[in-house]
C-alpha cells in the first residue's frame, strides 16, 4: 500500500545521534511511511555506519548524500522525493514516541481542515530532563502573532501536507539558522496549525555541534524572514503592524551588540531597517534609502566570530 506520510531526516556530522533517531522511527507502530535520510556531506563516517540499516527497515527507506548545503537544502531534498500526501521531518538529534506517526495521522484525519499539525515535546539538555518556558507553550489555531517573537513550531513535531509545503517554497536554503522560524511565519500568515497535546518528541540539545553554538547572532537571520514578510502584500492589518513592530525590536536588540563589537556601519544599516519598519508602507517603499530583502539578505550573511562557550577552551 502507498505510504500515508514521508518521513525526512537532514544529517550532518552526527553519526550517533542520527542512528538512534532512525531507529526511532523503526519502531512506529501503525502507520504506513517511508523515510528518507539527507546525509548533507557528513564528514564522520555517517553514509557507512547507517548502510547496514537498510536491509532490516521496516519500511522503505532511502539514503541521498549530498554536498554539504545546510539544514535547510538538506530537508529540501529529502522533501523533492516524497511520494506521500503528508511529510514529517525529524532532526538528527532528536528521537520519536513510538506512537508519533501514527497518533499524528489519526489527528488529522479527525480534524480535516488543518493541512499542518504539530505534538508536544519532552526537552532533554545534557541528558537531563528540562521544562521548557512558559513562551515556548504551544497552542493551537492561529498562531501567527505569537509566533512573531519565539518560534512555536518544531521541525521534529510538525505534520503537514507535502503540497503545502511545497507550495510555500519549502525551507529558505539561504539561511543557516532561523529557516524553520521563517518557514512557519510564512505558513502561518495563511493557516491554523493543529496540536496533538502529547509529548510525542524527545529534543535533545547541549551536544557539540548544534546551531545556537555553531551559528551565532541567530536573530540576524529572524530579522531577515521579518523583512521578507513585510515585502509580502498579503500581509496586511494587525498582522503587518505586529510584524513590523517585532522586526523593529528585533534590530534595535541586534545593533546593540554590533555597536558594542565597533561594528558601526552595520549598526546603522540595521537602524535604518528599524526605522522603515516603523514606516507605513507607502513611506517604506517610496524612496531608495529604504534597505531592500536583498540587501538586508547580504547584510546578515557578513560573517559572525563565534563567541567562546563557557567552560570550553579553545
Known amino acids: 500500500m502507498a505510504p500515508e506520510a514521508s518521513v525526512v531526516i537532514p544529517a550532518f556530522d552526527r553519526?550517533?545521534?542520527?542512528?538512534?533517531?532512525?531507529?526511532?522511527?523503526?519502531?512506529?507502530?501503525?502507520?504506513?511511511?517511508?523515510?528518507?535520510?539527507?546525509?548533507?556531506?557528513?564528514?564522520?563516517?555517517?553514509?557507512?555506519?547507517?548502510?547496514?540499516?537498510?536491509?532490516?527497515?521496516?519500511v522503505p527507506l532511502r539514503i541521498l548524500q549530498t554536498e554539504n548545503r545546510g539544514v535547510a537544502a538538506a530537508r529540501n531534498a529529502g522533501a523533492r522525493l516524497s511520494k506521500a500526501p503528508l511529510i514529517a521531518f525529524l532532526d538528527s538529534d532528536d528521537l520519536w514516541a513510538p506512537v508519533k506517526l501514527a497518533r499524528q495521522l489519526a489527528y488529522l484525519?479527525?480534524?480535516?481542515?488543518?493541512?499542518?499539525?504539530?505534538?508536544?515535546?519532552?526537552?532533554?539538555?545534557?541528558?537531563?530532563?528540562?521544562?521548557?518556558?512558559?513562551?515556548?507553550?504551544?497552542?493551537?489555531?492561529d498562531i501567527f502573532l505569537d509566533s512573531l517573537r519565539t518560534c512555536l513550531i518544531s521541525p521534529s513535531a510538525v505534520i503537514m501536507g507535502t503540497d503545502l509545503f511545497r507550495s510555500a517554497g519549502g525551507f529558505d536554503e539561504t539561511m543557516p539558522a532561523a529557516e524553520d522560524y521563517d518557514l512557519w511565519l510564512r505558513i502561518l500568515l495563511t493557516h491554523q496549525v493543529g496540536?496533538?497535546?502529547?509529548?510525542?518528541?524527545?529534543?535533545?540539545?547541549?551536544?557539540?555541534?548544534?546551531l545556537s553554538a555553531t551559528v551565532p547572532a541567530i536573530d540576524r537571520f529572524r530579522i531577515l524572514a521579518l523583512a521578507k514578510l513585510l515585502a509580502n502584500p498579503d500581509l496586511t492589518g494587525a498582522r503587518r503592524v505586529a510584524t513590523a513592530e517585532v522586526l523593529a525590536e528585533k534590530c534595535r536588540i541586534y545593533t546593540k551588540g554590533l555597536r558594542h563589537r565597533d561594528r558601526i556601519d552595520e549598526a546603522q544599516f540595521f537602524d535604518q531597517v528599524a526605522d522603515m519598519a516603523s514606516e507605513t508602507p507607502d513611506e517604506a517603499n517610496s524612496g531608495p534609502r529604504n534597505p531592500s530583502v536583498s540587501q538586508i539578505r547580504q547584510m546578515v550573511s557578513r560573517p559572525v566570530p563565534v563567541p567562546a562557550r563557557k567552560g570550553v577552551r579553545g
Open 15 to 58: 553519526r550517533a545521534m542520527l542512528i538512534e533517531a532512525i531507529e526511532s522511527v523503526f519502531a512506529q507502530r501503525d502507520a504506513r511511511f517511508e523515510l528518507i535520510v539527507v546525509d548533507d556531506g557528513s564528514t564522520d563516517g555517517t553514509a557507512e555506519a547507517i548502510e547496514p540499516m537498510i536491509p532490516r527497515a521496516p
Open 109 to 141: 484525519r479527525d480534524n480535516p481542515d488543518f493541512e499542518v499539525s504539530q505534538c508536544n515535546e519532552l526537552w532533554v539538555r545534557d541528558g537531563r530532563r528540562v521544562n521548557p518556558g512558559m513562551r515556548h507553550l504551544k497552542r493551537a489555531g
Open 195 to 210: 496540536l496533538l497535546d502529547d509529548a510525542l518528541v524527545t529534543r535533545r540539545s547541549g551536544h557539540a555541534g548544534q
